[in-house]
């Protein structure tokens, strides 16, 4: 399934976070090649979360390093930051978009602000980016007019529109009920298909398993155990990785 070049886009090392006297993540490292997908799963509070946001600077790592296209990100310079963002799109459990724009807006804002775009071209290519994601005839209409899943593609639209070199997705259909999750896994799927590059965190193991050119299963922290999806779901060589992966299997069969 891979669609890569042998150089990784982007590169964590040694990351750490602390909150308090918690330790969230002790020390991980990993790195996603151009074009390649890879997902993240384990149990809930095992630090998926906090490692998508210490990769993207939402959360400031205690330790560790962050690099993009072979080049160290110095998150303490706020224009190096920037850029840097704008070049990482993040997507989020709960869209975060902003409920007092309309759908075009919210994915033209940044266009205007960030990039500082004209309105009329930032205009074309949100309403392009709309259509890409299907939304096309809702484009005037606020959050609040939106389905969960009409929401998520809104805020999958505001990614792309930033072009970025890796996609960020952290649990992107967990608010969503079961018979909205398909929309955006179509769309996810569409970029797959067109090479985007993407680390995604998730328990929609079914999903995982087509997409992934490798799954980490993480824990505690840690991860216990990569590979790819045959070898992680049917093979895995560590127990509480077949622990894990025969619970949420049966769970999604059962659903």
Not at 8 to 31: Q, Y
Not at 165 to 184: H, N, Q, W, Y
Request: glycine content about 8%.
């Amino acid at each position: 399934m891979a669609r890569t070049d042998n150089n990784p886009v982007l590169k964590v090392e040694n990351v750490r976070k602390s909150f308090g006297d918690k330790e969230i993540l002790k020390g991980l490292s990993l790195s996603v090649k151009k074009g390649e997908v890879k997902v993240i799963i384990g149990p809930s509070g095992g630090g998926k979360s906090t490692l998508l946001q210490c990769i993207n600077f939402l959360v400031v790592p205690d330790e560790g390093e962050v690099w993009l296209e072979g080049r160290k990100i110095n998150y303490a310079k706020k224009r190096e930051l920037y850029a840097y963002r704008q070049q990482v799109g993040m997507i989020f459990q709960d869209f975060n978009l902003f409920d007092h724009l309309t759908a075009l807006e919210n994915v033209q804002i940044g266009l205007v602000r960030v990039k500082k775009m004209d309105k009329v071209s930032a205009h074309e290519r949100a309403a392009a980016e709309l259509r890409r994601v299907g939304l096309a005839e809702h484009a005037g209409h606020y959050p609040a007019q939106l389905s969960g899943g009409q929401k998520q593609r809104v805020s999958i639209a505001r990614a792309l529109a930033m072009d970025p070199k890796v996609m960020l997705l952290d649990e992107p259909t967990s608010a969503l009920d079961p018979e909205l999750i398909g929309e955006v896994h179509a769309v996810i799927k569409d970029l797959v298909a067109n090479g985007m590059t993407m680390l995604m965190a998730t328990h929609q193991i079914g999903f995982a398993s087509v997409l992934a050119d490798e799954i980490i299963f993480m824990e505690d922290g840690c991860i216990v155990e990569q590979g790819p999806p045959t070898q992680i779901l049917l093979n895995a060589q560590c127990t509480r990785t077949k622990e894990f992966c025969a619970k949420i299997t049966h769970l999604s069969a059962d659903s």
